[in-house]
C-alpha cells in the first residue's frame, strides 16, 4: 500500500481519497461564500485572468476539470459560443450538483461529468483548451492527471493550471497566521467546519511550488511552459501547450 500527503499528515492512497471527498462534501454548500470571504474576491479576478489567456475562441472546445461550482465554466461558456462546447467534471458529485445548478440557473445547458482526473473519459485530442483551478492540489498522482490532460487535448491546444502556490517570502508570516489561525475560524464561523479548512491550508503548503510545478507538465510532455504569479505568489497560472 502506497502512503501520500493529507495535509501534513501521511496517509495511505486510498484513504487520502476518502478524507478529499468529505471535505468537499462537507464545503460543497457554503464553498462559494468561502471563496469569496477567503480570497476578498480576488479568485474572481484569477479565474478572469486564467480564462484570458487560455486564448479560447468561439466554436472551441474546453474540458474543465474539478471545475466544482463552475466558475470557470461559466466564463469559459461566453468564450466559446453557442457553437463551442464546454464540458465540466469534478469527482465530488455534491460539487458537481453545485456547478450544474448554478450553470442552469445562468441559463447554460452543458455536458457534466462525474469522473476522476486520473482517469479522464474522454478520446484523445479531443479539447482545444483543459483547465484545473484549484483542484491538482488534492488529486492524489498529479502526474497522472497532468498526463491525462495532455492525452485529451488536440495540438496547438493548451493547459492551463490556476492553483495556489508559493508566496513571496515577505508574505509569508502574515499568510502563515491568516492560513493557520484565521481561515479555520472563519470555515468554523461560516461553514460549521473546521477542520476541512485546516486542511485547506495545509494542502496549499504541500503542494508543489512554481517551478516544481512547471517540471511537472514538462515531464506530461507539455510545451512552452510558463507561469504567471499573482498577489505576490499566493496563486500561479500555469499554462502549456501541444504540439
Known amino acids: 500500500m502506497t502512503d501520500t500527503h493529507f495535509g501534513f499528515e501521511t496517509v495511505a492512497e486510498e484513504e487520502k481519497s476518502r478524507r478529499v471527498a468529505g471535505v468537499f462534501t462537507s464545503v460543497a454548500g457554503k464553498y462559494d461564500v468561502m471563496n469569496d470571504l477567503m480570497s476578498a474576491g480576488l479568485h474572481r479576478l484569477w479565474k478572469r485572468f486564467a480564462v484570458g489567456i487560455s486564448g479560447v475562441r468561439a466554436g472551441q472546445r474546453v474540458l474543465d476539470v474539478a471545475g466544482g461550482s463552475a466558475d470557470l465554466s461559466r466564463l469559459f461558456l461566453k468564450e466559446t459560443g453557442s457553437n463551442g462546447q464546454v464540458v465540466l467534471t469534478d469527482i465530488n458529485s455534491a460539487m458537481l450538483r453545485v456547478g450544474r445548478d448554478r450553470l442552469l440557473d445562468s441559463g447554460y445547458t452543458t455536458p457534466v461529468t462525474q469522473c476522476d482526473a486520473e482517469h479522464l473519459p474522454f478520446p484523445d485530442n479531443y479539447f482545444d483548451c483543459v483547465s484545473i483551478a484549484f483542484g491538482l492540489r488534492n488529486v492524489t498522482h498529479k502526474g497522472a492527471a497532468l498526463s491525462e490532460?495532455?492525452?485529451?487535448?488536440?495540438?496547438?491546444?493548451?493547459?492551463?493550471?490556476?492553483?495556489?502556490?508559493?508566496?513571496?517570502?515577505?508574505?509569508?508570516?502574515?499568510?502563515?497566521?491568516?492560513?493557520?489561525?484565521?481561515?479555520?475560524?472563519?470555515?468554523?464561523?461560516?461553514?460549521?467546519?473546521?477542520?476541512?479548512?485546516?486542511?485547506?491550508?495545509?494542502?496549499?503548503?504541500?503542494?508543489?511550488?512554481?517551478?516544481?510545478?512547471?517540471?511537472?507538465?514538462?515531464?506530461?510532455?507539455?510545451?512552452?511552459?510558463?507561469?504567471?504569479?499573482?498577489?505576490?505568489?499566493?496563486?500561479?497560472?500555469?499554462?502549456?501547450?501541444?504540439?
Do not use: W
Open 149 to 243: 490532460m495532455y492525452r485529451v487535448l488536440k495540438p496547438g491546444g493548451c493547459v492551463i493550471v490556476l492553483e495556489f502556490s508559493k508566496i513571496a517570502k515577505p508574505l509569508e508570516k502574515a499568510y502563515d497566521f491568516y492560513s493557520f489561525k484565521l481561515l479555520p475560524r472563519i470555515g468554523q464561523l461560516i461553514a460549521s467546519d473546521y477542520d476541512s479548512y485546516r486542511y485547506l491550508a495545509e494542502s496549499i503548503r504541500m503542494h508543489p511550488g512554481q517551478e516544481e510545478l512547471k517540471q511537472m507538465m514538462v515531464e506530461a510532455g507539455l510545451n512552452r511552459v510558463e507561469y504567471f504569479n499573482l498577489t505576490g505568489g499566493v496563486v500561479a497560472v500555469h499554462r502549456g501547450y501541444k504540439f
